[in-house]
């Protein structure tokens, strides 16, 4: 099956800079590409999601890359914030009938002042 | 808009002892539900998905069951807790027919004892 490797598990960046969390598939057959933003205590939110008939999509501060030849996505989060801090997840999955959604290990990204 | 609700928001239970976790979903018929596990500081692991009333199937065995009866609500349930069980479950809601968009509930906190 589908499995989701989610790199780095720790990311630490300055306020203002710059946060990518990079993750990689293997099933090609995988469509679908969502990211959540975990906050302690939550649950997981989904904050952008590409599907692979894109390369790119934007949202405000958030850009999430596909590159379907090499099975990878990624995610860069510009002029970050403390409130950016938190775990954030990728996953992966082949459109039918239910979505199995299969998730990366996560990344807990600290933004200090 | 739709919601969705979990119950109950947090449960201690004993080793050995039935377990019960509810799911309803208000505002959007015929959904895709799931439900999901994840330890504390660990990933989401999806465990059962069911595209219909009366109809679920297992992605992974964890000794759980899982049951739909009706439309808007989803049942996870064990007889037996086990120490691992331990964790925080979530049930997700996407719409039919081929979107993966998968939104998540506000989750049960499970400590067992």
């Known amino acids: 099956g589908e499995q989701v490797e989610q790199l780095p598990s720790i990311l630490r960046v300055q306020e203002g800079s710059s946060a990518s969390i990079n993750c990689s598939y293997e099933?090609?057959?995988?469509?679908?590409f969502p990211w959540y933003k975990q906050e302690p205590g939550e649950n997981p939110k989904l904050i952008i999601d590409?599907?692979?008939?894109?390369e790119r999509k934007q949202i405000q501060e958030l850009i999430v890359l596909l590159d379907k030849k090499a099975k990878r996505f990624s995610l860069h989060i510009t002029d970050t914030q403390p409130g950016d801090s938190a775990m954030y997840f990728c996953?992966?999955?082949?459109?039918?009938?239910?979505?199995?959604?299969?998730f990366g290990q996560g990344t807990s990204l600290s933004v200090v002042p | 808009a739709q919601t969705i609700h979990q119950w109950p928001v947090a449960e201690i239970k004993a080793v050995g002892s039935p377990l019960s976790l509810g799911c309803t979903i208000k505002?959007?018929?015929?959904?895709?539900l799931y439900w999901y596990w994840q330890a504390t500081g660990g990933t989401l692991q999806q465990l059962f998905y069911?595209?219909?009333?009366?109809?679920v199937e297992s992605v992974v065995q964890l000794n759980l069951s899982a049951s739909r009866p009706k439309d808007d609500q989803f049942i996870l349930s064990t007889e037996k807790l086990l120490l691992s069980h331990s964790g925080f479950y979530l049930c997700?809601?996407?719409?039919?027919?081929?979107?993966?968009?998968?939104?998540f509930g506000p989750g049960t906190r499970l400590l067992v004892l």
């Open positions: 505002g959007k018929s015929s959904p895709n």
């Open positions: 590409i599907r692979s008939n894109m």
């Open positions: 997700a809601w996407s719409p039919r027919l081929g979107q993966d968009t998968q939104y």
């Open positions: 099933d090609s057959a995988s469509n679908y």
């Open positions: 996953a992966a999955s082949a459109s039918s009938s239910f979505s199995k959604l299969v």
């Open positions: 069911s595209i219909t009333v009366g109809q």
